[in-house]
Every structure is written in C-alpha cells, then in structure tokens.
C-alpha cells in the first residue's frame, strides 16, 4: 500500500473509533507493525494532524487538517445524529460502516462545543421491534443503479408464481418491514415495484441504460405521487 493511501487510512481509523485508540488497535485496522504506526503518527501529526497521546496510553485526534471547519445548530446536529442512527439499524454491513465513517468525520470537523453535543445528543434512537434481515442483494442493487446497469433476477411474486426478469434498477425504498426496488421492467415494459427478498439470482448484466435512470426514475415517482 501506497504511504499516502495508509496515512489516509490511519486518518480514517482514528476519525472512527471510539477514542482515545489504542496503537494495537491503529496498527491493526491499518494492517502495519506498531513500528511503522509510530512513524504514520508522527507524519500526520508533521502535516498538521493535533493528535494527543502516546504509545500505552492511545491517541485522540484533536483537530483535522483533512476536513474544513464546519458549522452546526444544536437541532441540525440532533437530526444528523438521529439520521445516522436509522441507517446504523436499517442498512446493510456496507452502509453501516458507512455511516459511522460520516458520523466520525463530521464530528472531527466541529468545535469542541459542539463535538459534545453531537457525543451526548438529547435524541436517541431505539427499536424493539426489529427488521427483518437486509437481503444480501443490496450492495449489488446500490452499485447497478449507480452504474445504471440492467439486473438480471428471478422474481416470485406474492401469489408464489416466479419468472425471469431483467429490469432497470432505479431506486432502493426503505419501508418499514420490507425493502422495494422501484425498477422499469423490459419484460411488460412499464415501472415495477420488487420486494427484494422475492428477488434471486440477482445477476448485473454488461446492458447500460445510462443515461436514462434520473429522468426514469422522476417519472415513475410521478406516477406513484398520482396515484397509479
């Protein structure tokens, strides 16, 4: 790995974790000897990092270079604590780590202030009745509506009866039991919802249909807002 690419990763880790952070832990998540850690510590900390700590005691970072100062009101600050949360119990293993990565660099951003309120927000966020488990199709469906590729699925539909789909995948719906794809279908050529857990075999073909996803998608939303 490249020196720079690891010094962004060790950023990252300590952005992340809960702190302070041990070097075991640093040099761990980074996947170097406690060695180099010392000598990655002393380069970030050389390019402006303010990182307190020392070898047996952890590290905390302070104040980042990396990131622009950023501004928030207290009731902002709930609302993105809260937001994140809600993924953190919804999303898949991939959006999870996602949102505690933008949690943590948001913070690192903030003034001391109000890094404590984001810490010790008044909201929190608790459910007792569980989701179902995230279908393990969902970061093949994220990555095809980002690339706008055509999916390739068997679907079963509520009667139990299944046939071979290849759709336009437009948008992943978080609803409060279940996961939907909004899609446009080649097979009846028209807008289809998709419970993800009906979905399998989900193949992402080479077919694009870039760059037509936005202005679909805007289309199928009308129609839903209208009722059809």
């Known amino acids: 790995m490249a020196r720079a690419d690891r010094l962004l990763r060790l950023l990252s880790a300590i952005r992340r974790l809960p702190q302070p952070v041990t070097a075991e832990r640093l040099a761990a998540e980074t996947e170097v000897s406690a060695r180099t ?5 002393a380069a970030l900390r050389a ?3 303010l ?17 622009p100062p950023q501004m928030f009101t207290r009731l902002e600050i709930e609302a993105l604590v809260l937001g994140l949360a809600e993924v953190r119990l919804a999303g898949d293993p991939a959006l999870v780590k996602a949102a505690e990565a933008a949690q943590s660099k948001i913070i690192a951003t903030l003034p001391e202030r109000v890094q ?3 810490l010790h927000a008044a909201s929190q966020l608790y459910r007792f009745e569980r989701r179902p488990p995230v279908p393990d199709c969902l970061p093949l469906l994220r990555e095809a509506i980002w ?3 055509a999916i390739a699925v068997a679907y079963t539909d509520r009667e139990g009866t299944q046939s071979q789909r290849v759709l336009w995948p437009l948008s992943v719906v978080f609803l409060d039991r279940t996961l939907m794809l909004l899609a446009f279908c080649t097979l009846r050529q028209d ?3 998709f419970r993800l857990e009906a979905l399998e075999g ?15 998608l805007r289309d199928f939303v009308a129609q839903l807002k209208a009722g059809r």
Do not use: H, K, W
Request: aromatic letters at 8%.
């Open 37 to 41: 850690l010392y000598r990655d510590i």
């Open 47 to 49: 390019g402006g990092a």
């Open 51 to 67: 990182i307190d700590g020392e070898p047996g005691l952890g590290y905390t970072l302070t104040e980042d270079p990396a990131l």
């Open 116 to 118: 404590r309120q984001a």
């Open 147 to 149: 690339e706008e590729r």
């Open 191 to 193: 807008f289809r919802r």
């Open 202 to 216: 989900v193949v992402m073909t080479p077919d694009s249909f870039r760059p037509r996803r936005v202005a679909l």
